[in-house]
């Protein structure tokens, strides 16, 4: 009996509740692993595909997307699409969607994390009661920064960027914010006030990024704007690594410019700058922004709802034009 369902290739293993209806619903390339493909591997996968779900780490260029003709729809398991030459899909002609809404609380929360931890050095005081060198409580031990009652700086206000000033609501925070729009007239909250980026930097006690990569804002954390932020600050990064100057950071960190980091994307990705890891004042995370159960098999669902839409004639919810 012939196999009438449409081929799907899969780039990367998804979890087990997304699986469970790809494998009844598609025909599969192959049976994916937990583990990058190789780019020939990404391209001849592709090649084969009615449909593909592909992840930010697989980089797809023009030429893979004028190979693969029987591609209908590109699904990327992610918010951000810099890792796909959109022009050159649209182009094509080929559909590429992405997955916003279901992992805005989880990547605030892991924002927070982030901050809370590198603010009160969580990292350290673990290592320090793992190694068995601890001795007990001390007036003078890893003293860490508050965070109640300071002033927060977002860059970015999109649905992450407001989930995260949500939550500073609850330490009696001060919100501060930049986009590169600045609002004639705001829907958000009174209380968080529009700031030019130089203000803003200048202004925060901590400063954290939440705006797609482009090639307007690669690298729009450098040398320069590192100098404006208080030596007393710190700056945290759940977006994407490129956004940030990593050699410039290593520097503004060795030399007291600012206080602190917590990172968890990174410039050269899964690379990280040797210097980083070896600063006591830098809490550094593999890229876990929406590394919960329930976002990830949600980001699945909704790969799959886009596909479904596509190849039954209908739009896509979530269509990147």
Same mark, same amino acid.
């Given at each position: ?9 899969? #780039? ?27 780019? #020939?591997?990404? &391209?001849? =996968?592709?090649?084969?595909?009615? $449909? ?6 697989? &980089? ?8 693969? @003709? !029987? ?20 182009? &094509? ?16 929360? %892991? ?16 290592? /320090? ?13 890893? %003293? ?7 002033? *927060? =700086? ?21 919100? &501060?914010?930049?986009? #590169? ?6 829907? %958000? ?7 030019? %980026?130089?203000?803003? *930097? ?7 990024? +939440? ?11 450098? $040398? !320069? ?33 600012? $206080? ?24 550094? /995370? ?5 590394? @919960? ?27 990147? +034009?």
């Amino acid at each position: 009996m012939t196999d009438t369902r449409p081929t799907l290739y899969l #780039s990367r293993l998804l979890p087990d509740p997304v699986m469970a209806i790809v494998r009844e619903r598609f025909q599969l390339v192959h049976e994916p692993v937990d583990a990058l493909p190789a780019p #020939s591997a990404l &391209r001849e =996968g592709l090649c084969q595909a009615n $449909a593909a779900i592909v992840t930010l780490g697989d &980089r797809i260029d023009a030429e893979t997307i004028h190979a693969a @003709t !029987r591609l209908k729809i590109l699904a990327n398991y992610a918010v951000g699409y810099n890792n796909i030459d959109l022009a050159a899909a649209q182009q &094509r002609g080929l559909i590429v969607t992405n997955t916003p809404d279901v992992l805005t609380n989880a990547t605030a929360d %892991l924002t927070w994390a982030l901050l809370l931890a590198t603010a009160r050095r969580v990292v350290e005081g673990d290592a /320090l009661v793992r190694s068995g060198r601890w001795t007990g409580w001390s007036p003078t031990q890893l %003293l860490g920064a508050d965070v109640s009652g300071k002033t *927060l =700086g977002i860059i970015g206000m999109g649905r992450i960027g407001q989930a995260v000033a949500q939550r500073a609501v609850g330490f009696h925070m001060v919100v &501060r914010y930049h986009t #590169s729009h600045p609002p004639a007239t705001s829907t %958000l909250p009174c209380e968080w006030e529009f700031r030019s %980026l130089r203000d803003l *930097l200048g202004e925060a006690d901590i400063v954290t990024i +939440h705006v797609p990569l482009s090639p307007a804002t690669h690298h729009l954390i450098g $040398a !320069r704007e590192l100098a404006l932020m208080r030596p007393t600050a710190f700056l945290i990064n759940t977006a994407r690594g490129p956004i940030v100057d990593e050699g410039a950071l290593v520097d503004a960190l060795k030399t007291g410019i600012i $206080a602190g980091a917590g990172l968890d994307v990174y410039e050269q990705e899964p690379v990280v700058h040797p210097a980083l890891a070896q600063l006591k004042q830098v809490v550094l /995370l593999p890229h876990l922004g929406s590394a @919960t159960v329930h976002a990830r098999v949600q980001m699945g669902l909704v790969c799959l709802e886009n596909i479904q839409a596509v190849l039954d004639g209908r739009p896509a919810p979530n269509h990147i +034009h």
